[in-house]
């Protein structure tokens, strides 16, 4: 079965420093990675994607992830963070041509000024 | 173009009460899903449809929760009746799955429910 883990439950951060969320999943296939990020109040959009091909994947606002299939981790980086990105985010799988989206327990990313 | 719009966003009710929550996904999208977020049990799906016929329930708590999706442009999750353990914010989602599904699911703002 999949799974995905996303140790750290929040990251205090100040602001224009770097900042990386990690996400580890188990699967025994092929699998299809995302991050969600969920600003408060609302639903979940989209951060970025992996699908297949190169293995560094950018996303909106700054944001990219390295998909790193010896070590099973995606993890979500960004090398200046803004009071803006004050969020939680979501590391999530599914197997290919799945439509089940399994999530991490989110990380709560909090930038300081 | 409108995204998944979800109503209410905030819904106040007793313990016993029939509550209903409504989904409109974005239009073109096939398939429907409803999630339950909570801080103790993070994002579970509860049910998914896709081209309006219920496809895997598996998530759904018991029987107290229901779901309809009528039409391609509507669907409810109905609990009946409500007790405070299902207090939680509910999201539905869209997307267009077919064959090599890339998963990207478009959430609604959701709908915040307590129960007292």
């Known amino acids: 079965a999949q799974s995905v883990t996303q140790l750290d439950s929040q990251v205090p951060v100040f602001e224009e420093a770097p900042v990386e969320l990690r996400c580890n999943y188990s699967s025994s296939v092929s699998v299809y990675l995302f991050w969600y990020v969920q600003y408060p109040n609302q639903g979940l959009q989209l951060l970025l994607k992996y699908l297949s091909g190169s293995t560094l994947v950018k996303g909106i606002n700054g944001f990219e992830a390295e998909f790193n299939k010896s070590q099973t981790s995606f993890h979500l980086r960004k090398p200046s963070v803004h009071i803006s990105d004050t969020a939680e985010y979501f590391c999530a799988v599914t197997m290919d041509s799945s439509y089940k989206l399994i999530f991490g327990s989110g990380t709560r990313l909090l930038v300081r000024p | 173009d409108a995204g998944v719009i979800q109503s209410p966003r905030h819904e106040v009710t007793e313990m016993g009460q029939e509550v209903t929550l409504r989904c409109k996904p974005i239009?073109?999208?096939?398939?429907l899903f409803w999630y339950r977020q909570t801080m103790m049990r993070g994002l579970e799906l509860l049910i998914y449809?896709?081209?309006?016929?219920?496809?895997?329930d598996s998530g759904m708590p018991e029987d107290r929760f229901s779901a309809k999706m009528p039409n391609a442009s509507f669907s409810t999750l109905k609990i009946q009746p409500s007790e405070p353990r299902d207090s939680a914010v509910y999201f539905c989602a869209s997307s267009f799955v077919r064959t090599g599904n890339t998963g990207e699911l478009f959430f609604g703002e959701g709908s915040r429910l307590t129960v007292l």
């Open positions: 239009s073109g999208h096939n398939s």
């Open positions: 449809f896709n081209n309006n016929v219920p496809i895997d």
